[in-house]
């Protein structure tokens, strides 16, 4: 007993080598502790994946009536595997689907193979997360004022306008409580829009009005005579303040729309409508030409979401009803019916937007590439509701975030 004491007191005050020693003891807490950050950091991302696909699934669910537990389980399967895909960090488990009344509870975990935790013996961590969506019972008229001018050929911007409009119309689509809750209405412009030459008879049009013309290299404000049996469907902006403003026309011709002499290259406008085929198609058809007026746009996207007014079928505001516009341009205003002036234009823009806001209208506008930002800035209801897109790749994620929030189906856990 006593060598074992006297070998112990000798090694408890021998001092050579003591600091590597104790650096060395030391030194395994701090090594499980850098593991454990770095595993649980990658849970963190784990977590945060799951989630995002939850909330997609969960989306889809809420909106797909009148199915079957095993069908809704079915389609939460599917969308969140297409958003969480086998290459991601973590695997997966199944989809849980849970349905109280208007509120659909998803959830879900992921085992993930720890990288340093395996040395205390904590090989895997489970992860969990859930999503849970509640269906509002609001109702929603939207019109989609999109610019259709030549600088959309550029940079694959109209085939992502393309690709993002449809990915709204598919959340819309499934996120209505009763079918016909929501509307839609697609607006394309350059400086013109298509009203159809079907209402070449129709009473809210003239055919006679003062405009900028070119003769010779000489620019005047001069009487455009059109005939509407050779008219092809186009309208340019409306007499002055009326271009502006929602005025329903009347007998006056100062609050009639003029019919637009020469080609009409723009798909014709869609009034609001829970067709989602004939919504796809229209965009479809989408085709980049002409000039910018981002003025008239507007316009026609308020009347379209303005009760009697030529080509709408709007119904009247009610507390149930959310109207709203979602306007994306690429460009700055270059022409309409009475100048080439980006600056006098602009101003004709600005007047339009305070004007539809002032109905309770909400209005979101998308920057793409180039444009006023300033201008589309003021123009959105909020600072949110403006979005700046600097590459096409974007705008599906915009379209999409635009969506959810139009949406009846809230994300609200």
Request: glycine share 8%; hydrophobic share 40%; charged share 20%.
């Amino acid at each position: 007993m006593r060598p074992i004491q006297r070998f112990l007191r000798k090694f408890f005050t021998d001092r050579r080598g003591n600091f590597a020693m104790i650096f060395a003891l030391a030194a395994i807490p701090l090594v499980i502790a850098a593991g454990a950050a770095v595993d649980i950091s990658r849970a963190y991302i784990v977590e945060n994946r799951l989630k995002a696909a939850l909330d997609a699934a969960a989306l889809a669910v809420g909106g797909a009536t009148g199915k079957t537990q095993a069908q809704l389980e079915e389609i939460a399967q599917a969308y969140f595997d297409a958003n969480y895909p086998g290459e991601k960090l973590g695997v997966p488990g199944a989809v849980s689907v849970l349905q109280n009344g208007n509120t659909v509870t998803l959830a879900a975990t992921a085992e993930l193979p720890t990288s340093l935790m395996g040395i205390v013996g904590i090989n895997t961590l489970d992860i969990g997360a859930s999503s849970q969506v509640t269906r509002q019972g609001r109702k929603l008229e939207l019109a989609l004022v999109l610019d259709v001018t030549g600088s959309m050929a550029s940079g694959g911007r109209m085939t992502a306008l393309k690709d993002a409009s449809e990915m709204l119309l598919d959340i819309l689509e499934t996120s209505g409580a009763v079918p016909g809750d929501i509307k839609v209405s697609i607006v394309p412009f350059d400086t013109e829009v298509n009203v159809g030459k079907s209402n070449k008879n129709a009473s809210w049009l003239k055919w006679s009005y003062e405009a900028l013309t070119t003769v010779w290299w000489w620019q005047t404000i001069s009487t455009v005579n059109v005939s509407k049996n050779s008219w092809k469907g186009c309208v340019v902006d409306r007499d002055q303040n009326y271009d502006v403003q929602n005025t329903i026309p009347t007998s006056s011709d100062s609050t009639k729309y003029p019919g637009a002499s020469g080609n009409c290259n723009i798909p014709e406008i869609l009034a609001l409508t829970d067709d989602w085929d004939d919504l796809r198609d229209k965009i479809d058809e989408l085709d980049p030409n002409g000039n910018t007026n981002t003025t008239i746009g507007l316009a026609w996207g308020w009347n379209m979401l303005t009760q009697s007014h030529p080509l709408s079928l709007a119904t009247a505001p009610a507390d149930d009803l959310d109207k709203v516009i979602v306007f994306l341009t690429d460009g700055d205003n270059t022409e309409n019916r009475w100048t080439y002036s980006g600056n006098s234009i602009d101003a004709r823009t600005e007047a339009v937007c305070t004007n539809i806001k002032a109905t309770g209208i909400k209005i979101y506008t998308i920057r793409t590439i180039n444009g006023n930002a300033t201008l589309l800035r003021n123009c959105a209801t909020k600072p949110e509701m403006y979005f700046d897109v600097t590459q096409t790749s974007q705008l599906t994620e915009v379209f999409t975030s635009i969506a959810m929030a139009l949406s009846n189906l809230r994300i609200s856990q």
